[in-house]
């Protein structure tokens, strides 16, 4: 069984920064896993993928440059560092894992089979 569970939002001014973790139990070092986003009344949107060890990334243009994910198989985390952050970045944030193998990561969430509960991230003008 898989259990993600986010933490590390809160309020930050627009241009602060904020590091989100993922911990994860389970076999998630198996699993690529993604970062995704959800403003109110908006869709989820996809943020960012990583690849089972790390050395893979993809980015969401929107993200591109200013967040950086990473991930320890070791202690089972994945962070995501992000800086320069924006009031249009306001949104609950959430991890994923995709179990299922490819040869590239995937944003759509349908691949994605677990989720943690999310975490607030509110930034001020």
């Known amino acids: 069984q898989v259990q993600l569970v986010e933490s590390g939002g809160g309020l930050v001014q627009a241009g602060g920064s904020l590091r989100l973790s993922c911990a994860a139990s389970g076999r998630t070092y198996r699993y690529s896993m993604a970062w995704f986003r959800q403003a109110p009344g908006k869709d989820r949107e996809f943020i960012v993928g990583?690849?089972?060890?790390?050395?893979?990334?993809y980015y969401a243009d929107s993200v591109k440059g200013r967040f950086t994910v990473s991930r320890d198989n070791t202690k089972m985390t994945m962070y995501l560092q992000m800086n320069s952050l924006k009031p249009e970045d306001t949104a609950v944030y959430y991890c994923?894992?995709?179990?299922?193998?490819?040869?590239?990561?995937?944003?759509?969430?349908?691949?994605?089979?677990?989720w943690g509960q999310g975490t607030q991230v509110t930034v001020s003008s």
């Open positions: 990583i690849s089972i060890d790390g050395t893979k990334t």
């Open positions: 994923a894992a995709d179990p299922k193998w490819s040869a590239v990561l995937r944003s759509d969430r349908k691949y994605y089979d677990y």
